[in-house]
């Protein structure tokens, strides 16, 4: 295939393996494509993982997908939430907050099921991206002129560059950068969801419990049958488990959850027959640096700004936006563009790490007279003349967070997709 975009013109074509097709992987196949790079995504799951839990698209993030021409998709598959409720151990309603202080329905904040925002990606570069599905890098040997990549199914293939965006516990950043130990911070708490029948009948709707140092959240968005259950607990030592012992994780959170309150004990009934249970820490990846050589890290697996930002998503597809067009802008010389995506992304990104710091001791405050003075908040909040003030707050807050990674223009933006 001859591609003629600009970039194309004067760059040689590189080849660029990407491992882990969920959000970063296949945004930036997208964009490598359409400047002329050639991409391929390398993902562990036999199929593209659509399951999960709602993400959040917001602030600049938007404009990202507005350029990718997906936005109108997304928008069409919104959660449409229309608002929330917290509930006593009884159950009874002690206050409702609308829609936009959970985010999802305002014109700069927009929310998706994870799964949905995958398959949308998916959809848009599977006709021009090779897609290596059940496959996964066993190693790699890099030279001053490409990578030499095995993959575990057996062959060996050499590319340009390689990109990890296998997320938080990124495989490719454990092979190049070193043991996960030495860039993963766990944030004392722990997140786990799962999906289960609806017998609350939320419609678009998300109903939270608190109790001291745990959050209970059930939530169902349009179109979903079933509902989302999201559970946080505080623990501020990280708990000895195994990532692929589902088993034990069942039992680390019905032990946090037992004692019975509220719906609890259904749901860990739940929890125990579910079969897309996630259970993981909260935690942050923090580098000194997100490439080395030819290998450059992507999205959580760079910089993991935890669930708690309500970032990651957008984070992660302004990632990929800035790495391509860095690439495209330096033609292919990857110590200029591998320097410049750090530069654009980096203070955003820690400024989200930060805010996810203190969202984290807000999901999971521990003291009885906190929870009570929050309940006091959420029921007298509707009736109070501040209430536009104390919401625009709350968003003016997530909002500077979710604008402080800029869209730079790439030369070739505008230019049709990489024929
Ligand atoms: C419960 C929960 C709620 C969240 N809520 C929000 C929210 O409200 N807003 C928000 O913005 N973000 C949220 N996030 C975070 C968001 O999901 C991530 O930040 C985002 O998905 C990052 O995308 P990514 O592509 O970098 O990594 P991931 O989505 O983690 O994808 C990594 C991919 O790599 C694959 N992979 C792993 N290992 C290998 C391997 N060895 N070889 C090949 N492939 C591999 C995985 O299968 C996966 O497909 C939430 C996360 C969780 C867990």
């Known amino acids: 295939m001859t591609r003629t975009t600009s970039a194309s013109a004067s760059t040689p074509a590189k080849t660029v393996l990407i491992s882990g097709a969920s959000i970063a992987g296949p945004a930036l196949a997208y964009w490598l494509h359409r400047y002329g790079f050639v991409p391929t995504v390398v993902e562990r799951a036999p199929e593209l993982r659509t399951g999960g839990y709602k993400v959040d698209i917001r602030g600049t993030a938007i404009e990202v997908c507005r350029r990718m021409g997906i936005l109108d998709e997304v928008r069409a598959n919104s959660t449409d939430m229309r608002g929330g409720s917290y509930v006593d151990d009884a159950g009874r309603t002690i206050g409702e907050l609308p829609a936009e202080i959970f985010g999802g329905r305002a014109e700069d904040d927009d929310e998706i099921m994870r799964g949905e925002l995958a398959r949308i990606l998916h959809d848009r570069t599977r006709d021009d991206v090779e897609y290596l599905f059940d496959d996964s890098i066993a190693a790699l040997a890099e030279d001053a002129d490409g990578v030499d990549v095995t993959f575990e199914s057996g062959p060996t293939r050499r590319f340009d560059l390689v990109v990890g965006a296998d997320g938080m516990h990124s495989h490719t950043r454990r092979l190049?950068?070193?043991?996960?130990?030495?860039?993963?911070?766990?944030?004392?708490?722990?997140?786990?969801?799962?999906?289960?029948?609806?017998?609350?009948?939320?419609?678009?709707?998300?109903?939270?419990?608190?109790?001291?140092?745990?959050?209970?959240?059930?939530?169902?968005?349009?179109?979903?049958?079933?509902?989302?259950?999201?559970?946080?607990?505080?623990?501020?030592?990280?708990?000895?488990?195994?990532?692929?012992?589902?088993?034990?994780?069942?039992?680390?959170?019905?032990?946090?959850?037992?004692?019975?309150?509220?719906?609890?004990?259904?749901?860990?009934?739940?929890?125990?027959?579910?079969?897309?249970?996630?259970?993981?820490?909260?935690?942050?990846?923090?580098?000194?640096?997100?490439?080395?050589?030819?290998?450059?890290?992507?999205?959580?697996?760079?910089?993991?700004?935890?669930?708690?930002?309500?970032?990651?998503?957008?984070?992660?597809?302004?990632?990929?936006?800035?790495?391509?067009?860095?690439?495209?802008?330096?033609?292919?010389?990857?110590?200029?563009?591998?320097?410049a995506y750090e530069r654009v992304l980096r203070p955003g990104v820690e400024r989200n790490q930060r805010m996810a710091e203190s969202f984290v001791k807000e999901l999971t405050v521990d003291r009885k007279w906190k929870i009570a003075l929050r309940m006091f908040m959420v029921r007298t909040l509707p009736r109070t003349p501040w209430k536009n003030l104390i919401a625009k707050k709350i968003r003016d807050e997530i909002q500077a967070g979710a604008h402080a990674v800029p869209v730079k223009e790439y030369p070739a933006y505008g230019l049709p997709a990489g024929v």
């Open 176 to 339: 190049v950068f070193g043991p996960e130990e030495r860039y993963r911070r766990h944030l004392g708490a722990y997140i786990s969801i799962f999906t289960a029948p609806n017998h609350l009948v939320l419609d678009r709707w998300e109903t939270y419990h608190a109790a001291p140092g745990r959050l209970t959240c059930v939530y169902s968005s349009a179109g979903e049958t079933d509902a989302k259950n999201l559970f946080v607990f505080a623990s501020p030592e990280e708990l000895p488990h195994d990532h692929r012992d589902t088993a034990a994780q069942k039992r680390l959170l019905a032990d946090a959850f037992a004692d019975g309150r509220w719906e609890l004990p259904r749901l860990m009934r739940h929890a125990a027959d579910a079969d897309d249970f996630y259970f993981d820490a909260i935690s942050l990846v923090e580098m000194d640096r997100w490439s080395k050589g030819r290998v450059v890290l992507l999205g959580d697996a760079a910089h993991c700004a935890s669930p708690a930002s309500g970032q990651g998503t957008g984070l992660a597809l302004l990632g990929a936006y800035t790495l391509a067009g860095e690439l495209a802008a330096a033609r292919g010389d990857h110590r200029t563009a591998f320097a």
